[in-house]
DNA sequence: TTGAAAGCGATACCAT
DNA sequence: ATGGTATCGCTTTCAA
């Protein structure tokens, strides 16, 4: 049983000299050494005084001040995660796992959401980089290029994943197979025995939903089966979208994809507002859905980025790149298909 | 002109103040003086100097140090959000709606998830206040208490949400009136003309869920209906539900209450496994859900704590703590709910 | 093997 | 109205 003094202000680096009886420098020193396989520190101080100054350390509570480190040294170990949206489940898991890989590995983890509003990408990147970040995962809003050239300015990592910045150089990236996700839609629907295959979206030169419905596109056929597209003003898809569906329904089409997230939220929406019933009138496939969707309806089939993956991959290639082993790369990821409520392949 | 060298790794305050041509103390003075209505300087510094220092520093890109000023002054203008999964669609939306409050108060927020394990929750604890956040709030596990008496040591502040920690003083709580919405899901069932209602928990004493079977088991007394609950193993849960669903159907119970968002998980999973429909074989209210539920199957309800408000809150109970003026209190929140795709109440 | 001392950048007290 | 300077806690040469 350690008698834990009542904890004061703050413990500092001097007072566990002061109680160690050495100076302030060798208890950085050993506080700092790194660790030798049968537990040892690695440092020129004697292991007694090292174990010494450790026990001490431990018995006034001392931690070491960040605010001072990171004045000192440059490092904050603390990364800077954007995303559009944190409540959007399929961030949320890839940030909860981010952050579980960061935490493990001694790091603190910032998560922001931009709402997809590239003033708010630019401000919370400055933010981040004021406080100090040593790198950043960020999924990029459209036309934020000048951000992360800033970013890479101050020779920080960036590891862009989910959405890609094309022409930008000197960052990682961790991007789903797009194209294939699209591809991946329609032979779902295939499978099904659908042959006229609808896609709504709205306007956008966002590179992943073009991707998803070039996809699509060569999918449908390659398989000789009929896909048609419609295309809406961003602002009132959520409006237009049940005259889409109701006169696609019209026209005899029996599918339809929903090629991102905030798409297959309208879309669904829709389809209830309508009364149709999946896949009786229409057999549907949306997109970066959450894994919960067995709770629900489970008639529908979605294709996801594996979030878990995408964590990994993205915070061990910012971590490499921090640590200065490791490189920034491309990594071009499969998509994860669930059909109903089984997770296949 | 100056003969130096065009890179200059950061703008210090001694840039700001050698091109301006002033000393580093007013430099500093003026930059934290306070705005005046008619959007001017209240500072003893002249307004011709306070504009040009202010002009300069802007015309080097000049961005304040955190580290430095956090180690000067003690605050980190961050605060420390900690729930059991960022994941989950309810904590998820709380936290961005923080983070925005935060944002434009001026504050950093940082997210940890603890996925409701207390040696997490104490470790994470400890992560910020060695980080130096400047308050906390936090969806407590069970269990905590004493990780929460060290933050109050430090004399830092703490909002507790979602879930309480009873007899623990000197902080500010945002509730759910759990009773309440435990007697609002029955009256929702009522109003169907249920007669037989089920509940379905763990074994477990978190207040929350106590509070809400009580609040239902009140309710249906007061409306002479039956009511029943069934009690699992936290641990195999997942499966066990599914008999307890079966053989409550058989047993002529007409309507189920699940009152978590982890037991709505689960009790949905299942009744989709069992093949049964809602609400024809069984109705159906869960807790804690998402407000995206439109997309799906309509014909559940929830109860729900309404995100924004507790966000809301619980961010300006901290601030006006942090600040000085505003006082910790304890909030308690009405329960939303959403039937079928509508919001009422 | 250990210690003294020079900063990192900003703030705030005390002079002027 | 402005400037000098000690200091926050820590890391990191350089000397002893």
């Known amino acids: 049983m350690s008698d834990r003094p009542i904890v004061s202000p703050d413990v500092t680096i001097r007072d566990v000299a002061e109680a160690a009886g050495v100076s302030i420098s060798l208890v950085s020193f050993v506080l700092n050494a790194r660790r030798g396989p049968s537990g040892e520190y690695l440092c020129s101080a004697s292991q007694k005084t090292a174990e010494r100054i450790v026990e001490t350390a431990e018995r006034l509570g001392y931690h070491r001040n960040k605010a001072a480190t990171s004045l000192r040294t440059g490092r904050s170990d603390t990364i800077g995660v954007i995303v559009s949206d944190i409540s959007n489940t399929c961030f949320g898991q890839i940030c909860r796992k981010i952050e579980k890989l960061a935490n493990d590995a001694g790091y603190l983890t910032i998560i922001a959401s931009t709402d997809d509003r590239k003033e708010n990408f630019r401000q919370l990147v400055?933010?981040?980089?004021?406080?100090?970040?040593?790198?950043f995962i960020v999924a990029p809003c459209h036309g934020v290029e000048d951000s992360i050239a800033k970013i890479l300015k101050r020779r920080l990592p960036v590891v862009l994943f989910d959405r890609d910045l094309p022409g930008v150089e000197g960052v990682g990236r961790v991007l789903l197979d797009n194209e294939k996700a699209g591809r991946c839609a329609v032979r779902i629907l295939c499978s099904q025995g659908r042959k006229h295959i609808g896609l709504v979206r709205y306007e956008t030169?966002?590179?992943?939903?073009?991707?998803?419905?070039?996809?699509?596109r060569e999918e449908a056929e390659k398989n000789g089966i009929s896909f048609t597209s419609a295309i809406l003003a961003r602002e009132t898809m959520r409006r237009d979208i049940v005259s889409v569906l109701?006169?696609?329904?019209?026209?005899?089409?029996?599918?339809?994809?929903?090629?991102s997230n905030a798409i297959t939220v309208d879309g669904l929406s829709a389809i209830n507002e309508l009364g149709f019933?999946?896949?009786e009138d229409l057999a549907v496939v949306g997109f970066d859905q959450e894994d919960r969707s067995e709770m629900f309806n489970p008639w529908f089939s979605f294709v996801n980025q594996p979030t878990k993956l995408v964590a990994e991959y993205s915070f061990r290639m910012l971590l490499g790149a921090i640590k200065g082993d490791g490189q920034l790369e491309t990594k071009i990821i499969n998509p994860l298909y669930t059909l109903g409520s089984k997770i296949k392949k």
């Open 126 to 135: 400055d933010k981040f980089l004021y406080s100090g970040v040593d790198g």
């Open 205 to 216: 030169d966002i590179p992943t939903i073009i991707a998803r419905e070039n996809g699509c």
């Open 246 to 259: 109701h006169n696609a329904r019209e026209e005899g089409i029996d599918a339809m994809i929903f090629p």
């Open 277 to 279: 019933s999946i896949p």
